[in-house]
């Protein structure tokens, strides 16, 4: 006699073969969720200051983004900070990778410690640290000091991200640039860099993102000097307006593309070599 099919033992065998990317697309649309009703309320007409109920599609935030007092002067701000604070972490940040990846020395292990040391602290201790030193340095709350503090905030990070990428490198393509008569220079700007450019690359959109994001820290350090998501939060006070959700969705839809680039020109060199 065959036994009894089992009717459950179908559905519950294919939920077990796709557990994995079911709970993976329950992240994804966990993350992704906050961002679609942003978007959805970039083209809201609020009735009063709170752009919390959705009310009437309009445009009119998409055509007048600046439309609000003072928000375009915070976002250039911010970006400008966020910029340098990217160049300076980047640069100071690979340096450092490579010394730790690479060569052996008194207080390495130290070293090691101390990079990770912002990544574990709170950023309230971090900035009200800064804030301190600042004032004992006597130097001046505002564009300098809000800078500092991101570039030593976001170096931890550029470290982390180059060194695994300095670490993961095959020491063999280096070795045979230099068996065919390459110099230092050449061998660094045509092997070791581009090898390297990945992790330097992921090391510098972080550091962007986080220095552009930040406000607990730069509300310790910033004085008069308001940077975008300072004014985001004041304004959220009486009202956020809806340009917010603009400058938000602008910024979103910016990172999505950098990451599909990146993923497609990726792409194009896996298929040439």
């Known amino acids: 006699m065959r036994p009894p099919l089992n009717r459950t033992a179908g559905p519950v065998r294919w939920l077990r073969r796709n557990l994995v990317v079911i709970a993976g697309l329950l992240a994804l649309a966990y993350l992704i969720v906050p961002n679609l009703v942003v978007l959805l309320f970039s083209f809201n007409k609020p009735k009063g200051r709170y752009n919390y109920t959705w009310n009437e599609f309009s445009t009119d935030a998409w055509r007048h983004p600046c439309g609000v007092a003072d928000m375009c002067g915070s976002l250039t701000l911010s970006l400008k900070v966020a910029v340098w ?22 207080g390495r292990t130290a070293t090691n410690m101390l ?7 709170p950023e309230v201790v971090m900035g009200a640290s800064l804030g301190t030193l600042f004032l004992n340095m006597r130097i001046q709350f505002g564009f300098w000091a809000i800078l500092i503090a991101h570039i030593m905030f976001c170096l ?89 959700n603009v400058i938000g969705t602008a910024m ?17 060199r896996k298929a040439r070599a």
């Open 156 to 244: 931890s990070f550029v470290v982390t991200a180059v060194k695994a990428r300095v670490m993961s490198m095959d020491p063999r393509l280096e070795q045979a640039a230099q068996d065919l008569y390459a110099s230092p220079a050449q061998t660094f700007w045509r092997v070791t860099l581009p090898l390297a450019a990945p992790g330097i690359a992921a090391g510098a959109l972080l550091s962007f993102a986080l220095s552009f994001d930040d406000y607990i820290m730069t509300s310790f350090n910033a004085g008069s000097t308001v940077t975008f998501p300072m004014f985001v939060w004041g304004s959220a006070q009486r009202g956020t307006p809806v340009q917010v």
């Open 85 to 106: 604070a990217t160049i300076g972490a980047t640069v100071l940040g690979t340096m450092t990778a490579f010394a730790l990846a690479r060569y052996r020395f008194r």
């Open 115 to 121: 990079i990770f040391l912002p990544m574990a602290m």
């Open 252 to 268: 979103f839809a910016i990172a999505v593309l950098l990451v599909l680039a990146g993923q497609f020109l990726g792409g194009r």
